[in-house]
Nanobody, 115 residues
Framework: QVQLAESGGGLVQAGGSLKLSCTASGFTFSITTMAWYRQAPGNEREFVASISSGGNVYYEDESLEGRFTISRDNRKNTVYLQMNHLKPEDTAVYYC????????WGQGTQVTVSS
């Protein structure tokens, strides 16, 4: 069955960096668009970025594009989210998703940015 496992979250000071990973199994990863979402306390889950099978990337907005980088390694069935210059408002649980319309989500990884 489809499994998505995120890792790499943690506690970091403002201005710091983290790299999240999501390892997938149970489907043909190399031909699948993958995406990252996040959910802050009290907020709805929101789209962060996606990457197509061909490597085309899309970010929710320009402010994220300048600080976050989504990438993938099809040999490892893994999608990454490199996050730099982190801000307290980036604090959230980060989820990876198979595509942008499916119901397949990982369990999430907590990112906490202290001021």
């Amino acid at each position: 069955q489809v499994q998505l496992a995120e890792s790499g979250g943690g506690l970091v000071q403002a201005g710091g960096s983290l790299k999240l990973s999501c390892t997938a199994s149970g489907f043909t990863f190399s031909i699948t668009t993958m995406a990252w979402y996040r959910q802050a306390p009290g907020n709805e889950r929101e789209f962060v970025a996606s990457i197509s099978s061909g490597g085309n990337v899309y970010y929710e907005d320009e402010s994220l594009e300048g600080r976050f980088t989504i990438s993938r390694d099809n040999r490892k069935n893994t999608v990454y989210l490199q996050m730099n210059h982190l801000k307290p408002e980036d604090t959230a649980v980060y989820y990876c998703r198979r595509g942008t319309t499916t119901g397949y989500w990982g369990q999430g990884t907590q990112v906490t940015v202290s001021s």
